[in-house]
């Protein structure tokens, strides 16, 4: 059973930077694109960023571009994302996510896990 745990979000100032992190188990996660995508209040989910398996090849959402980094370790089969220059209108549930292919900036990856709240206050 393919689980991943989030951890790292929480409250930051508008500016502010904030890191999370995600523990992937229970597949190979060489073998797996890796992403994330988010969920704000009242608004659909959007894909964040996505790094395709092998070469690593990342994509981000072009709204987000220059602001977040996703990065992996698969010794220890975790994914990151960095986050600078926080705008409120980044609060959201955030979800790290995985599957075969990158899609759609990774909101179309098919596993991931419970999600961590991303708050940004103004």
């Known amino acids: 059973e393919m689980q991943f745990v989030e951890s790292g979000g929480g409250l930051v100032q508008a500016g502010g930077s904030l890191t999370l992190s995600c523990v992937a188990s229970g597949f190979s996660f060489d073998d797996y694109a890796i992403g994330w995508f988010r969920q704000g209040p009242g608004k659909e989910r959007e894909g964040v960023a996505c790094a395709s398996a092998g070469d690593g090849f990342t994509s981000y959402q072009p709204s987000l571009k220059g602001r977040f980094t996703i990065s992996k370790d698969n010794a220890k089969s975790t994914m990151y994302l960095q986050m600078h220059s926080l705008k409120p209108e980044d609060t959201a549930v955030y979800y790290c996510?995985?599957?075969?292919?990158?899609?759609?900036?990774?909101?179309?990856?098919?596993?991931w896990g419970q999600g961590a709240q991303v708050t940004v206050s103004s």
């Open positions: 996510a995985a599957d075969l292919y990158c899609i759609d900036y990774g909101l179309g990856l098919s596993y």
